[in-house]
């Protein structure tokens, strides 16, 4: 077997080495452990998790690891794991009713059955850099609730389902199974199970910037945060030889029900609009942004207008992965010598013949030109 | 030998190579036709020629003979990494000799040494649909191919010879597959474009982020979209290659320490082979091209 | 149904020897045999296949199917569904139009070919792939030309419906709709794609 050694080859294994001993840093400081990322960096993991599309936290860390805190490079290094794993069923959809809460607030209604539930949120912080922290801390001990929250608790949509004030969630006909954006290319029109999975798995900051620039006008969207919850749910399986639902462990997710405004049209009265957003771990802004674009997408569907990127679904979710993105953006570093030369040569051309109209050739040259010409 | 321990030959598993295999199989019988495929994450990036190399691990074969190409070279740290990662996952024998390889993943150029029959050349397809720049919605692009509604195109040629007095398109120059389908041959040099028509070899195309495969069978007319009062014509050189003095090949513009310019084959095999022939230019000096 | 060989009577025949590898090959066949249309390939060292599937229709679907592929065959066969569902797990159907892949064992009594997935507008690539068994191939036949010919060349494929050839023509008329075709017989494999063009004299156009 013959295999050229070359330059470039022995340049990409030294930028191997190089990389790694930037990641590790001063040998002088202790390493970090996973479970040191996995326990004290749980915001980095879930995002990891949810952009990788894989909900396993010792790997999502060890790809923070390996990435150096980069989280777009560390979902690619979980993305490209992932794929390689083998298939072993769909899980029974989660039921997020039967969540056992740690965080439940809804804007809409003051006070509502199972109650406002803060928990760990960086919301009312004050934000002021907390100096102790430069330093090794105590373990703090967090105060526990008098009586335990109910085991769960219903949605605030549900509650307004029930005065059919808001549209109905209901299955589509004959509940068809989803596609599954991870083995098939997504296609358009793209039905909303496929956009909610398309979006579950964007970049963060994408849907953020998106979800926000439906609040400055760009969509005509006037959503109340209708209800976020956070906690635990039980992952079930039917497995093929049982014929039943078994649970397999439980997942931490944040859900997101934003509630819009709706004109109502000739086929429907007026009456509240869902826009969703799921979200695997503690990730609100990721969820709330999902949220805000799942409505926004949803123009056509209700019959409004389409004016604004955000309701544009082949804009939107052709660009929210930030794998594709990133790749995509940093191809440029490429070497493009070959197209760069026929631009060369395009360019000189143009300015030679160009240089030669202005010696008065305009004869042969196409009408629209000359027009042109004499504008300038 | 299996190549990668962990991983599946050639790195793909089954199902997956599977899934690609019966779309390259469609996209064989339709000509020119970008058929969607299940594109995988691979540990490369998006970009990078993801597309081609799922092409190719999906159709290589223990006795291929493989060998890897970017603007023409073998020695571009992007062409070492992919042919690295073959070798690593497949442990695929490679070659930079065209006239060796029986698979030639390129980007950008198509080599300047004639192929053959028992040959296959995979393009990393960046953006797979020739209209993109002028209608960005796949849905709209998909009714024009079904239409083969192609006057967007021609609108954008012609306002370009109104404009200039000629097409300003130099590489990724859209063609007319077998008569029907509007088709990008990824980025090479319109240089390259007379190269796609009746090749002997099958030429596969592969876009990973943008999701879709296509082909062109050997012996398949592709004609590079003009007017008859002006003509498609290829890029010419007043220089000859510094290193080898061909003046057939595609030439790169290098700027020397001193300021002034060189112009050498893109194409490093055939500027190889040709000075190994004994054929000399002004610059004899093996030069290094750094990646 | 009426298949002799019964499911528990005969142990099931073993597939492809090496999956891997021995897919790989027999792709790399299928995909000449569609690139270069009316062009006789030989597969080699397959496996036996149960009854009614040629040795390379066997090949064919194991190295192609798998669940996401519903084939449909001609003839119902126990010996042969028990077989593929066990090797590639392919999920057969009942309706001709379902099916990504087609058997035609008997092709003188088949359905016409527009009974298959033709492939959408937008979408050409849905449409059904056939694997057609045949008698044999000879060298003199109806003169082939198109994509993936370099000039015209003549096979004759035996063991077709006298009016074939003109369907066949109706097939070529809805290019880029239509079906593919992958002639088998025993080891051998003649791919026609639906960008071929079919020249025959009505004498020699059928069987």
Same mark, same amino acid.
């Given at each position: ?376 | ?291 | ?29 299928? &995909?000449?045999?569609?690139?270069? @249309?009316?062009? /006789?390939? %030989?597969? =080699? $060292? ?7 599937? +040629? ?8 190295? &192609?199917?798998?669940?996401?592929? @519903?084939?449909? /065959?001609? %003839?119902? =066969? $126990? ?7 066990? +090797? ?120």
């Amino acid at each position: 077997m013959y295999v050229a050694v070359k330059g470039g080859e022995t340049a990409i294994l030294n930028s191997y080495e190089l990389l790694a001993a930037e990641r590790r840093g001063d040998p002088e400081v202790a390493e970090l452990t996973l479970a040191q990322i996995r326990g004290q960096m749980r915001l980095a993991v879930a995002r990891v998790m949810c952009e990788g599309s894989l909900y396993d936290k010792d790997l999502a860390a060890l790809a923070l690891k390996q990435a150096a805190g980069d989280q777009v490079e560390a979902i690619f290094l979980l993305r490209a794991y992932r794929t390689t794993l083998p298939r072993f069923g769909y899980s029974v959809p989660v039921d997020t009713a039967r969540m056992a809460l740690r965080r439940r607030i809804s804007a809409t209604f003051k006070d509502l059955p199972g109650g406002q539930v803060l928990g760990p949120t960086y919301d009312y912080t004050q934000r002021l850099l907390d100096f102790s922290l430069a330093e090794a801390s105590a373990a703090p001990t967090p105060p526990s609730a008098e009586t335990p929250l109910p085991a769960t608790s219903p949605r605030v949509t549900d509650l307004l389902g029930e005065e059919g004030m808001i549209e109905a969630e209901l299955p589509l006909a004959g509940d068809p199974v989803p596609m599954d954006l991870s083995r098939e290319p997504l296609r358009f029109p793209a039905d909303r199970a496929t956009r909610l999975q398309n979006l579950a798995r964007g970049d963060e900051g994408y849907l953020l910037a998106l979800g926000y620039s439906t609040q400055r006008g760009y969509a005509n969207s006037h959503p109340f945060a209708g209800e976020i919850r956070m906690g635990e749910v039980p992952l079930e399986i039917i497995p093929e030889e049982l014929g039943f639902a078994i649970t397999i462990g439980q997942i931490t997710l944040t859900e997101c029900q934003m509630i819009n405004q709706f004109a109502g049209s000739s086929d429907v009265p007026p009456q509240f609009t869902r826009g969703y957003g799921l979200a695997f771990g503690e990730s609100e802004r990721k969820a709330m942004g999902m949220a805000l674009v799942d409505r926004a997408l949803r123009a056509a569907e209700l019959g409004e207008e389409i004016t604004s990127p955000a309701q544009e679904p082949e804009f939107v979710l052709a660009h929210t992965d930030n794998v594709e993105a990133s790749g995509f953006v940093q191809h440029l570093k490429l070497p493009h010598y070959v197209d760069f030369q026929s631009e060369l040569e395009l360019l000189r051309k143009m300015r030679s013949s160009s240089a030669k109209v202005g010696v008065g050739d305009t004869a042969n040259q196409p009408e629209l030109r000359a027009t042109e010409r004499e504008e300038a | 030998m299996n190549g990668l321990p962990g991983y599946n030959f050639a790195y793909l598993d089954e199902q997956t190579k599977r899934m690609i295999r019966r779309a390259l199989l469609k996209a064989v019988a339709i000509p020119g036709y970008q058929v969607p495929f299940g594109s995988r994450e691979m540990p490369l990036p998006y970009g990078w020629g993801t597309g081609g190399i799922q092409v190719t691990a999906s159709i290589l074969g223990r006795k291929d003979v493989l060998k890897v190409i970017d603007q023409g070279s073998d020695d571009t740290t992007n062409a070492v990494n992919i042919r690295r990662f073959f070798n690593r996952t497949a442990d695929v024998a490679t070659t930079d000799r065209t006239e060796e390889a029986t698979i030639i993943q390129t980007r950008h150029r198509i080599p300047e040494k004639p192929l053959n029959e028992n040959q296959i050349l995979v393009f990393q397809v960046p953006l797979p649909e020739p209209m993109t720049r002028l209608e960005p919605h796949e849905a709209v692009t998909r009714k024009l191919h079904a239409l083969a509604d192609y006057g967007l195109m021609h609108v954008k040629l012609y306002e370009d010879i109104a404009r200039y007095g000629h097409i300003a398109t130099t590489y990724d120059y859209p063609v007319l597959v077998n008569g029907r389908y509007l088709m990008a041959p990824s980025p090479i040099p319109k240089f390259d474009n007379p190269k796609l028509h009746m090749s002997p070899a099958l030429q596969l195309f592969g876009a990973g982020r943008e999701k879709r495969v296509y082909a062109i069978p050997p012996w398949t007319r592709v004609e590079s979209l003009d007017f008859e009062d002006h003509p498609f014509s290829i890029q010419r050189w007043q220089q000859v290659c510094a290193l080898c003095d061909a003046d057939d090949s595609f030439l790169d513009e290098v700027v020397l320490d001193g300021g002034g310019r060189m112009f050498v084959c893109s194409d490093s095999d055939y500027c190889r082979t040709r000075q190994a022939a004994g054929h000399t230019g002004t610059e004899n000096t093996p030069m290094e091209v750094s990646a | 149904m009426n298949d002799p060989h019964s499911l528990l009577a005969s142990p099931l025949l073993p597939g492809l020897d090496d999956p891997v590898h021995d897919s790989q090959q027999v792709f790399r066949t299928l &995909l000449s045999a569609l690139s270069s @249309p009316a062009r /006789l390939h %030989t597969l =080699s $060292d397959l496996p036996q296949s149960p009854p009614p599937l +040629h040795a390379a229709t066997g090949a064919a679907l194991l190295a &192609l199917g798998d669940y996401e592929t @519903p084939v449909w /065959l001609q %003839t119902p =066969s $126990d010996a042969a569904a028990a077989w593929l569902r066990f +090797h590639c797990g392919v999920p057969l159907v009942s309706e001709p139009k379902q099916a990504q892949f087609v058997l035609i064992d008997r092709p003188l009594t088949m359905p016409p070919l527009s009974a298959f997935a033709q492939g959408l507008a937008e979408y050409p690539d849905r449409s059904a792939t056939l694997i057609m068994q045949v008698t044999g191939f000879v060298p003199d036949g109806p003169l082939f030309s198109g994509s993936g010919i370099a000039s015209a060349r003549r096979i004759g494929i035996d063991g077709l419906p006298h009016d074939f050839w003109r369907s066949w023509q109706d097939n070529r008329a809805i290019a880029p709709l239509g079906v593919d075709i992958l002639f088998v017989s025993g080891c051998s494999v003649v791919g026609l794609p639906r960008s071929t063009d079919v020249q025959y004299n009505t004498a020699s156009g059928g069987d």
